[in-house]
């Protein structure tokens, strides 16, 4: 039984710490393994711009924040049957998350006067996340005359998520214009091959092989507009 445990920290603005683990463990014809990592972080943005157009001066302030995340895994085992013979059983997972925040005000003014004419705001909320997970299953057979095969079969799923909202004021105050953005993707795929290959004593090598995957995919977005107190669907930014 054998491990390694590392943890660490990036210290900024905002702390970005991680922390991760590797086992490995193998009592005779069994090989048991894994690993697992966990990421943090943030990150703030201050942004100030000023343009001048027309007689007309922009001076706009962009403050935005993004915390995002993400976990790996790693998990499987090897059973050594004999010195032909090897199984084996293998899981990935990958998980991440990014969550942002910008809050954008532009005030309008005339270009030789300090007194503000209008003023524009636009509030972004951006949350999304995804998931990937990949489960496999292996053989192997192997002889000391260079023959060898090797069997995989796979199955990987991805789903993904994302949330965005926007809203648009112009005048403060004023009515806000409101667009909320909803995606979504499923993706599925099996997976399988094997390959075979023979070496021979004066160096020249043989080998064949085949493959077989299949791929469901799946990817909806909804948008939906909201002027006044109701939610309406925006059928030109929606496919459901």
Do not use: C
Not at 51 to 71: C, H, I, W
Not at 153 to 168: S, V
């Amino acid at each position: 039984l054998n491990g390694v445990l590392s943890a660490g920290n990036t210290q900024g603005f905002h702390a970005r710490p991680n922390v991760g683990l590797n086992l490995n463990y193998r009592p005779g014809k069994l090989n048991v393994f894994g690993n697992a990592s966990l990421n943090k972080g943030a990150q703030s943005v201050e942004q100030s711009i000023l343009r001048y157009s027309d007689g007309k001066a922009l001076d706009q302030d962009n403050p935005m924040v993004e915390r995002f995340g993400s976990t790996s895994v790693k998990a499987g085992a090897d059973y050594f049957a004999n010195d032909r013979h090897t199984f084996g059983v293998l899981v990935l997972g990958n998980f991440y998350n990014n969550n942002a925040w910008k809050d954008n005000l532009t005030i309008f003014r005339n270009e030789n006067s300090a007194v503000a004419d209008s003023a524009q705001r636009s509030k972004i909320t951006a949350l999304s996340g995804n998931s990937r997970l990949n489960y496999n299953l292996n053989y192997r057979f192997a002889d000391t005359s260079g023959l060898e095969l090797t069997v995989d079969a796979d199955y990987l799923t991805f789903d993904g998520d994302g949330n965005n909202l926007l809203e648009n004021r112009l005048g403060l105050p004023g009515a806000p214009d409101v667009l909320q953005t909803v995606t979504r993707s499923d993706i599925a795929v099996w997976s399988m091959k094997t390959d075979l290959s023979k070496n021979f004593k004066n160096g020249f090598k043989l080998e064949a092989g085949a493959k077989w995957n299949k791929t469901d995919s799946e990817n909806d977005i909804e948008s939906m507009r909201r002027t006044d107190a109701e939610w309406q669907l925006d059928p030109r930014r929606t496919n459901l």
